[in-house]
């Protein structure tokens, strides 16, 4: 019953009939997206006789893996970075399903998510990933004028200033509370705790 929850919960890929139009039958495809495997095992299912499946997320390689299973050595997961993949790869298709996954934005740990609360992560390999920082990281290092480079040029934002201005306010305004918590502790006997409302970093 276990098992068929988590399966009932995985997401459901985007446009699998054209997916599978496009590449079903095919000899070697690579899915250089492959987060839970949705479209690989459409793909397998179709007829093709090998999948291989990239993503830089463990947890992604996890579930996937789990999933296509049954499929045996006609699929391989690799751990890597699309950009990573060597050109000389022989492949008959390639796919590419751009964006943040929901298996990414439901889960509040992975620090994408607008509806719930969670640490400011948003490390698309996860907090074990080598050779990253959090976003926490970034906006606590990074100078206003350098966050608003990275917002202008990544997230295409015209007021990317005045965003860059609005994070470096919010974060002196937490650290200010922090300095002023730690001069003036509350008294134990007359205060509430309620944890989750501050990044782990300022708690």
């Not at 995985?10 to 139009?21: L, N, S």
């Not at 992604?60 to 299973?69: E, K, P, Q, V, Y």
């Not at 050779?131 to 990281?137: I, K, N, R, V």
């Not at 990074?142 to 200033?161: D, H, N």
Request: aromatic share 6%; proline share 5%.
């Amino acid at each position: 019953m276990a098992d068929e929850g988590a399966r009932a919960r995985t997401h459901e890929p985007v446009m699998v009939e054209e997916v599978v139009g496009f590449l079903g039958g095919r000899d070697t495809v690579f899915d250089m997206t492959l987060g839970d495997g949705g479209h690989a095992e459409a793909l397998l299912g179709s007829g093709c006789k090998r999948v291989v499946g990239i993503d830089r997320d463990p947890e992604a390689i996890a579930l996937a893996g789990s999933r296509l299973a049954p499929f045996g050595d006609r699929f391989v997961a690799v751990h890597a970075r699309f950009s990573e993949v060597p050109a000389g790869n022989r492949a008959d298709g390639v796919l590419f399903d751009l964006g943040v996954s929901t298996m990414q934005l439901e889960r509040a740990e992975r620090g994408f998510s607008y509806r719930v609360p969670g640490p400011l992560d948003m490390r698309m390999g996860g907090r074990g990933e080598e050779g990253t920082e959090s976003a926490l990281d970034l906006v606590n290092s990074a100078s206003e004028e350098e966050l608003a480079r990275i917002v202008f040029e990544y997230g295409e934002e015209r007021r990317a200033r005045k965003v860059a201005a609005a994070v470096s306010v919010i974060i002196l305004s937490l650290l200010g509370g922090v300095c002023d918590r730690v001069a003036n502790p509350p008294d134990p006997r007359e205060t509430t705790y309620v944890s989750g409302l501050m990044p782990d970093a300022y708690t």
